[in-house]
């Protein structure tokens, strides 16, 4: 009998902490919730009528397409703007993950990775101003007078890191105890132009080489993906190979754009857009060239190929000394990047 008694006593026991169990589940796990999946459009240059995919060359280009793709970060930050003013802040993996919202409370959300280098965050307790621009890089010498003299308001810059986006006007309600699944999309807001520099002559004097590409916008809105007015002189480094000078240029585009593929409707920049080449011959010499891509950027306001040819090093320029070796002084070809604290907070 005693026996019987206890069985019935744990089974009843049992069956008490079975229902507990259920009832802190429901209370604390179903709590409203939005299930945030990222999905990642690695993209690295729009198509405006160009039709570089179903033409491409990596032989002729010097990359793989798919190469060019820019990768999925590590990590992604939401902000969140409240209509009564409030300002929260999250992290996620680029996966995404469930977060806690309150019932029938009204916001909008900013999402963007945040692992990057060269990128300078603006204004991001603001909605409507938050934007990134690339950070500082100087260069000495004489070879970009005339750049900087075309774009004398213009900071010189390094190409900045690509940074993703997604903005959500209105974050739909969640009743008690429900999870709604949230797709996001994040965008990119950079993007890269394929550079060569194709000689006719000279090519074997070259031993370092270095480009500029003028008139580009100096930053971008994260809410609307519309470039800023302001324009921007970027620098970069070549590689040389195969009869060329060749880079891969990360750039914001053109300024003063309404990115179509966020929504907006294009406009036309006038430009001008210039590039830049300083090259390095064997015997120390420097020699630059400037170029008018005005038309290339036009037509490509999101990335694309930039290709410049007929550039000659002509054979007195390239001469070299008849004494037993030189020595190719690379002292004055460094630039100068500015080190900046990277504001990723209110």
């Given at each position: 009998m005693r026996s019987s008694q206890f069985y019935?006593?744990?089974?009843?026991?049992?069956?008490?902490?079975?229902?507990?169990?259920?009832?802190?589940?429901l209370c604390y796990d179903h709590y409203p919730a939005m299930d945030v999946n990222f999905s990642w459009e690695q993209e690295w240059e729009r198509d405006y009528g160009m039709h570089h995919l179903s033409g491409?060359?990596?032989?002729?280009?010097?990359?793989?397409?798919?190469?060019?793709?820019?990768?999925?970060?590590?990590?992604?930050?939401?902000?969140?703007?409240f209509d009564d003013g409030r300002v929260t802040e999250r992290f996620f993996t680029p996966e995404g993950d469930k977060f806690e919202v309150d019932k029938n409370e009204v916001s909008s959300i900013l999402f963007y990775n945040g692992d990057t280098?060269?990128?300078?965050?603006?204004?991001?307790?603001s909605l409507h101003d938050v934007r990134a621009s690339a950070t500082t890089r100087t260069r000495s010498g004489a070879a970009?007078?005339?750049m900087q003299e075309m774009y004398q308001s213009s900071r010189t810059t390094n190409p900045p890191d690509v940074i993703y986006s997604a903005y959500i006007d209105h974050l739909p309600g969640v009743m008690m105890h429900e999870v709604k699944y949230l797709p996001v999309k994040m965008q990119p807001l950079v993007y890269t132009y394929v550079i060569s520099y194709e000689f006719e002559h000279g090519?074997?004097?070259?031993?370092?080489?270095?480009?500029?590409?003028?008139?580009?916008?100096?930053?971008v809105y994260l809410r609307s993906g519309t470039t800023t007015d302001d324009t921007s002189i970027i620098l970069f480094d070549c590689d040389i190979e195969s009869g060329a000078c060749r880079s891969r240029v990360r750039t914001f585009g053109m300024p003063s754009f309404p990115d179509s593929y966020f929504g907006r409707v294009t406009t036309e920049h006038s430009g001008p857009f210039s590039l830049n080449l300083e090259v390095k011959l064997k015997n120390g010499k420097n020699v630059d060239f400037n170029f008018d891509v005005t038309d290339q950027i036009k037509n490509q306001p999101r990335g694309g190929i930039i290709r410049v040819g007929g550039?000659?090093?002509?054979?007195?320029?390239?001469?070299?000394?008849?004494?037993?070796?030189?020595?190719?002084?690379?002292?004055d070809w460094n630039d100068?990047?500015?080190?900046?604290?990277?504001?990723?907070?209110k």
């Open positions: 019935i006593f744990a089974l009843v026991l049992v069956m008490s902490v079975t229902c507990v169990s259920c009832r802190k589940e491409w060359d990596s032989d002729q280009h010097g990359f793989d397409y798919d190469e060019l793709r820019p990768g999925v970060p590590e990590w992604v930050k939401m902000v969140r703007y280098e060269y990128i300078i965050l603006s204004d991001v307790a970009m007078q005339e090519f074997e004097h070259v031993v370092l080489a270095r480009g500029a590409l003028g008139g580009m916008a100096e930053g550039i000659r090093i002509e054979d007195e320029t390239a001469w070299e000394p008849t004494s037993s070796g030189f020595d190719v002084d690379v002292s100068n990047v500015e080190e900046i604290d990277i504001p990723i907070g």
